[in-house]
């Protein structure tokens, strides 16, 4: 290994200094969302797991329930959730039940996301910050259909709801109160939603008093999940919530997670570079049998044409959406199954890795966690997995 690291160039000893520079001040950069802010890791009732966000030293803050989307976590809802922080308002992210850190399975019948909801509105009205009789909610996707039942149903608990590319309610002209639906003009059939729901809760209208304000926000360029990221959205969200509680109007802060997320996964590419000499242990026979039977890398594209078909076709059969017990990653298990088979059928074979190949793979795997997930973790993904999942993948 010594020797490996003795035949690096200067030029690349050089582009070693600059990518751990560039990963060190993206974490710093990373680290500082959250300065000036309180942060709280909490457990709901029934084990629903929460996170609050607050500025220091509030009192008598409104609060914001955040509700994340289908296989989605409360990560990807923290763009949403700093920028409500950081304009005064105490916010409570959480994960439904069979997503991101939470235990059990989801109940798409809508019992399970209620639960969720219920505990972290309980667990958000006790914090010492927040003025109980001042919450809204906010959700995305399946999650907003699930804060707006929850606000028709509970609707002397929330003061305002805002619907991120809505699903579907029992929406009225009187309930939810102060009703904002928020779709991107590139995920047409979420904004189709949005102005179906508009339409049945009686139109847009600026009752604040009253309770039935009704508002709908095209947020340009976006999709389903871009949206999140938006800070047109952010700022539409921010703009409803301080009509609602009658809050002075402000700006958004700039959120700059997701470039330093990108500028951080640069300094780890640098440095795979720059040491790529280090780890160079492709066996000859490997790159052999590339040269000489390129052909088999078509078993790839038929491969994954021949999995595609079969899902399609098993999904007559029996519901591919729980297969093994997972929503969405037993099919997709299956998927790579049957492309890994067509691809091995074809003939596309490599020799059996020895030890040290063994040894380098782990170690590249292990890279790649820390290169994306670490900062993934905190950012926008939930990159670590619960035993109970761990055991599953």
Same mark, same amino acid.
């Given at each position: 290994?010594?020797?490996?690291?003795?035949?690096?160039?200067?030029?690349?000893?050089? #582009?070693?200094?600059?990518?751990?520079?560039?990963?060190?001040?993206?974490?710093?950069?990373?680290?500082?969302?959250?300065?000036?802010?309180?942060?709280?890791?909490?457990?709901?009732?029934?084990?629903?797991?929460?996170?609050?966000?607050?500025?220091?030293?509030?009192?008598?803050?409104?609060?914001?329930?955040?509700?994340?989307?289908?296989?989605?976590?409360?990560?990807?809802?923290?763009?949403?959730?700093?920028?409500?922080?950081?304009?005064?308002?105490?916010?409570?992210?959480?994960?439904?039940?069979?997503?991101?850190?939470?235990?059990?399975?989801?109940?798409?019948?809508?019992?399970?996301?209620?639960?969720?909801?219920?505990?972290?509105?309980?667990?958000?009205?006790?914090?010492?910050?927040?003025?109980?009789?001042?919450?809204?909610?906010?959700?995305?996707?399946?999650?907003?259909?699930?804060?707006?039942?929850? #606000?028709?149903?509970?609707?002397?608990?929330?003061?305002?709801?805002?619907?991120?590319?809505?699903?579907?309610?029992?929406?009225?002209?009187?309930?939810?109160?102060?009703?904002?639906?928020?779709?991107?003009?590139?995920?047409?059939?979420?904004?189709?939603?949005?102005?179906?729901?508009?339409?049945?809760?009686?139109?847009?209208?600026?009752?604040?008093?009253?309770?039935?304000?009704?508002?709908?926000?095209?947020?340009?360029?976006?999709?389903?999940?871009?949206?999140?990221?938006?800070?047109? #959205?952010?700022?539409?969200?921010?703009?409803?919530?301080?009509?609602?509680?009658?809050?002075?109007?402000?700006?958004?802060?700039?959120?700059?997670?997701?470039?330093?997320?990108?500028?951080?996964?640069?300094?780890?590419?640098?440095?795979?570079?720059?040491?790529?000499?280090?780890?160079?242990?492709?066996?000859?026979?490997?790159?052999?049998?590339?040269?000489?039977?390129?052909?088999?890398?078509?078993?790839?594209?038929?491969?994954?044409?021949?999995?595609?078909?079969?899902?399609?076709?098993?999904?007559?059969?029996?519901?591919?959406?729980?297969?093994?017990?997972?929503?969405?990653?037993?099919?997709?298990?299956?998927?790579?199954?049957?492309?890994?088979?067509?691809?091995?059928?074809?003939?596309?074979?490599?020799?059996?890795?020895?030890?040290?190949?063994?040894?380098?793979?782990?170690?590249?795997?292990?890279?790649?966690?820390?290169?994306?997930?670490?900062?993934?973790?905190?950012?926008?993904?939930?990159?670590?997995?619960?035993?109970?999942?761990?055991?599953?993948?």
């Amino acid at each position: 290994m010594s020797q490996r690291f003795s035949h690096l160039s200067r030029a690349r000893w050089i #582009a070693v200094v600059v990518a751990v520079a560039v990963i060190l001040i993206a974490w710093q950069q990373m680290l500082g969302a959250g300065r000036g802010l309180l942060v709280r890791d909490l457990e709901g009732a029934g084990g629903t797991p929460l996170r609050y966000l607050a500025p220091e030293g509030a009192s008598g803050a409104p609060g914001v329930i955040v509700a994340h989307g289908f296989a989605g976590s409360k990560q990807l809802m923290y763009g949403f959730g700093y920028a409500l922080a950081r304009a005064g308002y105490g916010v409570m992210l959480f994960d439904f039940d069979g997503h991101g850190a939470a235990h059990g399975r989801l109940d798409q019948s809508g019992g399970v996301l209620q639960r969720n909801l219920a505990a972290a509105y309980e667990s958000l009205a006790s914090q010492p910050e927040i003025d109980p009789a001042q919450i809204a909610l906010l959700g995305h996707s399946m999650g907003s259909g699930a804060v707006m039942t929850a #606000a028709i149903n509970s609707s002397e608990q929330y003061e305002a709801t805002v619907a991120v590319s809505p699903t579907g309610a029992a929406v009225t002209r009187s309930l939810p109160r102060n009703l904002l639906l928020m779709a991107g003009s590139l995920e047409p059939q979420f904004l189709g939603n949005a102005r179906s729901l508009l339409a049945d809760a009686g139109g847009a209208n600026e009752d604040w008093a009253g309770g039935l304000a009704r508002g709908l926000v095209e947020v340009p360029n976006v999709e389903h999940i871009t949206i999140l990221f938006s800070r047109v #959205a952010h700022q539409a969200a921010l703009d409803w919530l301080n009509h609602a509680f009658e809050r002075p109007l402000s700006e958004v802060a700039a959120d700059r997670r997701m470039a330093w997320f990108g500028i951080h996964l640069g300094g780890w590419l640098l440095l795979w570079l720059a040491l790529s000499p280090v780890f160079s242990v492709a066996s000859a026979q490997a790159q052999t049998i590339m040269r000489r039977r390129p052909w088999y890398w078509l078993g790839l594209p038929l491969g994954a044409l021949a999995a595609a078909l079969f899902l399609f076709l098993a999904g007559h059969a029996f519901d591919v959406s729980r297969l093994g017990g997972l929503l969405v990653g037993g099919a997709l298990g299956l998927w790579f199954l049957v492309l890994g088979l067509v691809w091995l059928l074809s003939g596309f074979r490599l020799p059996r890795p020895g030890a040290s190949e063994v040894l380098w793979g782990l170690l590249l795997f292990a890279f790649l966690s820390l290169a994306f997930g670490a900062m993934a973790q905190i950012t926008w993904l939930s990159w670590l997995l619960i035993p109970e999942r761990l055991a599953r993948w």
